[in-house]
């Protein structure tokens, strides 16, 4: 098992910044991927962006170029860098992991809200 707890969300207003972190509760491996995920109120949660094991990322097209993901496996930790923020973006954001053997791991989200 492997727990998975995100932090640094909140409310900022259109084109401002936020950087959320994801702890895991064991050491990130090099064949583990990691992703962000987001789900708007009413919509289905949709993959943002991923590391996969390989080291390559990949983003939605929405938020390329204004989100970034890293991985600090010394420190057993996921980021994600939004900025340039806006209203649309507005959704419960969650960490996710996937290990050599399929499993799949979740955070318990965090609310991410951007005002117009």
């Known amino acids: 098992q492997v727990q998975l707890v995100e932090s640094g969300g909140g409310l900022v207003q259109t084109g401002g910044s936020l950087r959320l972190s994801c702890a895991a509760s064991?050491?990130?491996?090099?064949?583990?991927?990691v992703a962000w995920y987001r789900q708007a109120a009413g919509q289905q949660r949709e993959l943002v962006a991923t590391i996969e094991s390989g080291g390559n990322t990949n983003y939605e097209d929405a938020v390329r170029g204004r989100f970034s993901i890293s991985r600090d496996n010394t420190r057993n930790m996921v980021y994600f860098q939004m900025n340039n923020l806006k209203p649309e973006d507005t959704a419960v954001y969650y960490c996710?992991?996937?290990?050599?053997?399929?499993?799949?791991?979740w955070g318990q989200g965090t609310q991410v809200t951007v005002s117009s």
């Open positions: 996710y992991l996937r290990n050599l053997f399929k499993n799949e791991y």
């Open positions: 064991r050491t990130i491996v090099a064949s583990d991927t």
